[in-house]
C-alpha cells in the first residue's frame, strides 16, 4: 500500500506541474459561423441575406419570381465577367523594338453575380431606343448592390480564339466545399502586376448607400474569421440565364479605399453564375 500511495502522490504532482506550464492556443483554421436562424422569411428563389456592422442590421436582397411585379426598385440577378485580361511575360519587354512582341501567358477571368437593383441595370445596359439616362437618376440608383466574383488565372489559354470552355473552367466553381478568398487586382501598368496581384478564389463587395464599395480583396485582406462556402453548384435549368447557380454561405470583413472596414455574418444566397459570353475572339 505504501508503494502505491507513492506512485499515485507522484502522478498527482506531474499532472499538476504539466498544468502550470503555459500550453500552446488552439488555433482555430477558417472557423465557421453558420447562419443563425432569421426572423426575416425568404419567399423567392433567388437571394442574397447577411447581417451587417456593430448595429447588426439584416440585409435581404430578393429577386421576385412574380416578374409581373417587378418595378425600378425591385431586386435583379445580373451575370456578367468583370475582367477578361491578358497576362503577358514581360521579362525583358523593354528591349523590344515592338511592344507587341510580348510573349501571351494566358489569360485572367471573373465571373461576377450582382444584386442591384433593375432601373440600375436598365441604366447600365439601355437598349437601342432608350434615352440617356439622366445623371440625376444614375446617382441615385448607383448604391445599395452586391456582388461575388470568381476571379482566376488560365496560363493555358494562349491561343488566337478562344471559347465558352475558358470561361467556364473555373476551379472555385469546380465543386461544392469552402472556398478561398480570391483578388481581382488590377492591371493598370500592363505588366505581370495583374499576374502577381489575381489570386483565384471568391471576391465579395458591396456598395453601401452612400456609394462606398467594401470589398474583400481591398489591403490588407485580412479575414480574422471569415469563411466562404459553396452548399451546391448545378446547372440552370430553371430559366437557362446562366450556365451554374450557386447556393452557399459566408462571413467576411470588408474594406473600404479608406482601409476601413467592416464585417458581413450570417451570410447566405442563392444565385446565378457563369453568363453565356458570345464566343468571339479573345476578349479585350
Known amino acids: 500500500m505504501g508503494m502505491l500511495k507513492k506512485i499515485f502522490i507522484g502522478l498527482v504532482l506531474m499532472v499538476a506541474m504539466i498544468a502550470c506550464r503555459e500550453q500552446p ?25 447577411y447581417t451587417l456592422g456593430r448595429q447588426r442590421d439584416t440585409f435581404t436582397y430578393e429577386i421576385l419570381d412574380d416578374t409581373t411585379q417587378w418595378g425600378d426598385t425591385t431586386w435583379y440577378n445580373y451575370v456578367s465577367e468583370v475582367r477578361s485580361e491578358e497576362i503577358y511575360d514581360t521579362v525583358g519587354a523593354e528591349d523590344l523594338e ?22 440600375y441595370h436598365e441604366i447600365l445596359f439601355p437598349g437601342i431606343e432608350d434615352p440617356i439616362p439622366d445623371p440625376l437618376e444614375v446617382e441615385e440608383f448607383n448604391d445599395d448592390y452586391f456582388s461575388l466574383q470568381f ?28 472556398i478561398a478568398w480570391g483578388r481581382v487586382g488590377n492591371n493598370n501598368l500592363e505588366d505581370t502586376i495583374w499576374n502577381n496581384d489575381a489570386r483565384p478564389g471568391v471576391v465579395i ?80
Open 25 to 49: 492556443p488552439d488555433v482555430i483554421i477558417d472557423p465557421i459561423m453558420p447562419p443563425e436562424p432569421s426572423k426575416h422569411i425568404i419567399d423567392n428563389y433567388y437571394y442574397v441575406q
Open 98 to 119: 515592338d511592344y507587341d512582341e510580348r510573349i501571351k501567358t494566358g489569360f485572367t477571368y471573373a465571373p461576377t453575380t450582382t444584386v442591384l437593383q433593375k432601373r
Open 151 to 178: 476571379p482566376f488565372n488560365d496560363l493555358t489559354d494562349t491561343v488566337a480564339f478562344w471559347d465558352i470552355e475558358d470561361y467556364l473552367n473555373n476551379p472555385s466553381l469546380d465543386e461544392p466545399g469552402l
Open 205 to 284: 463587395s458591396y456598395t453601401d448607400t452612400a456609394g462606398v464599395e467594401w470589398r474583400s480583396d481591398n489591403w490588407p485582406t485580412f479575414q480574422p474569421y471569415g469563411y466562404f462556402k459553396l452548399e451546391t453548384i448545378e446547372p440552370n435549368f430553371r430559366d437557362n440565364q446562366s450556365y451554374d447557380i450557386i447556393n452557399g454561405e459566408f462571413a467576411a470583413r470588408l474594406y473600404n479605399d479608406e482601409q476601413a472596414f467592416i464585417d458581413m455574418y450570417f451570410g447566405k444566397f442563392r444565385l446565378r453564375i457563369l453568363g453565356d459570353i458570345e464566343l468571339s475572339p479573345e476578349p479585350k
